[in-house]
């Protein structure tokens, strides 16, 4: 009976079962021929365009017959490990990129460099102080006291206060480490009466220590922390 070999699909008869077959010239003969025609590779076609890839002695394709990458066509790309090349064929390695990565971040935290500093859109949320000795908020829309440090290590102090002791170095509040200047910061704020009777300027000094204080200041009527302003350095 006749079959098909496995890879290229020649026609062949069986030498018992079809010995009394007639030789039929086209599928006996000139289809096979066909079919081994087609299943060949030529010398002349290994390596080339269009051609056949071939295998190198370490059982793997050349890269001469590999198409490059570029920035419009995808293929083999060679590894660049330095920080410094222009080139558009080749690729950065891994540790390339972490150098570039380590540096942009020590540049972003070193406060000395020369190049301008941008304060992030987004600042820090104001933070709410535990007030002391009696003093606590006016309300009545004025703002609440508060605390908050921006991008550019400055603190800002802000709200209006009232009914609590009066007497000199009396403490409004404390701030936190982080939020404290190096030396003792003096700051004249609007002070006046409950009913607008009496008003004065007084002096709220900032301690390197994070005690906000208060000195002259004879009413607790109104007392306004808006506007007092310091660099953080400890």
Same mark, same amino acid.
């Given at each position: ?16 079962? /079809? ?11 000139? /289809? ?21 890839? !071939? ?14 990458? @570029?920035?419009? *066509? ?8 330095? &920080?410094?090349? !222009? @080139? ?8 390339? &990129?972490?150098? &570039?990565? /380590? ?7 070193? %406060? %000395? ?14 933070? *709410? ?23 550019? +290590? ?29 030396? /003792? ?12 009777? +009496?008003? !004065?300027?007084?002096?709220?000094? &900032? ?28």
């Amino acid at each position: 009976m006749a079959s098909n070999t496995p890879r290229l699909g020649l026609y062949k008869k069986d030498p018992v079962a /079809d010995r009394n077959d007639t030789f039929n010239i086209q599928t006996m003969l000139n /289809d096979n021929w066909d079919r081994i025609d087609q299943g060949v590779v030529l010398e002349t076609e290994k390596g080339v365009p269009n051609g056949v890839a !071939t295998l190198g002695p370490d059982g793997k394709v050349p890269t001469a017959q590999l198409p490059s990458a @570029s920035t419009s *066509a995808a293929g083999i790309v060679q590894l660049n490990d330095t &920080v410094s090349s !222009t @080139s558009t064929t080749q690729a950065a390695t891994a540790n390339a &990129v972490k150098q &570039v990565n /380590d540096a942009l971040a020590a540049h972003s935290a070193d %406060t %000395t460099n020369p190049h301008p500093i941008y304060a992030k859109k987004q600042q820090e949320a104001w933070i *709410a102080p535990t007030l002391l000795n009696g003093w606590g908020h006016v309300g009545f829309g004025t703002s609440t006291a508060g605390y908050m440090k921006d991008n550019f +290590n400055f603190v800002h102090l802000k709200g209006s206060l009232w009914a609590g002791i009066t007497s000199d170095n009396t403490i409004l509040f404390t701030l936190p480490v982080g939020y404290r200047p190096l030396e /003792d910061l003096t700051f004249p704020v609007f002070n006046a009466s409950s009913s607008y009777a +009496n008003i !004065t300027i007084g002096t709220v000094r &900032v301690k390197a220590n994070g005690d906000v204080i208060i000195i002259k200041v004879p009413y607790n009527g109104l007392l306004f922390l808006d506007g007092i302003t310091f660099r953080a350095e400890q």
